[in-house]
């Protein structure tokens, strides 16, 4: 059964850095975009971060220059380096992917791709 996995969320003081990673099973990891999402309100997720099949990369403005997306294809799994958390990053984030088509970047949390992550917790004090 195909699947990813997230890991690697918790909570950490206004500054401080997380490291998010993906497990990918089940189906052509190197043929794969890779996305990262954050859950916003009505159960929308935003994509934050992808990575390409060429390991090009795309970040959203409110990440853009505080968060690094990498994967690795022999270990089939994409990172999400989060660095400079604040409270306004406080979300669930998902790992999702669909080797058939392109990651949107607005998308009902669990819909639309075929490989959805459980989500993880990720909290910024103050």
């Known amino acids: 059964e195909p699947y990813v996995m997230e890991s690697g969320g918790g909570s950490v003081q206004a500054g401080g850095s997380l490291r998010l990673s993906c497990l990918a099973s089940?189906?052509?990891?190197?043929?794969?975009?890779m996305g990262w999402y954050r859950q916003g309100p009505d159960n929308k997720c935003l994509l934050i971060s992808r990575?390409?099949?060429?390991?090009?990369?795309y970040y959203d403005d409110s990440v853009n220059g505080l968060f690094t997306v990498s994967r690795d294809n022999i270990k089939r799994r994409a990172y999400l380096q989060m660095n400079n958390l604040e409270p306004e990053d406080t979300a669930v984030y998902y790992c999702?992917?669909?080797?058939?088509?392109?990651?949107?970047?607005?998308?009902?949390?669990?819909?639309?791709?075929?490989?959805w992550g459980q989500g993880t917790q990720v909290t910024g004090s103050s």
């Open positions: 089940g189906f052509t990891f190197v043929d794969s975009e």
């Open positions: 990575v390409y099949t060429d390991g090009s990369t």
């Open positions: 999702a992917a669909d080797p058939m088509t392109d990651l949107m970047n607005w998308i009902p949390c669990g819909g639309g791709l075929n490989y």
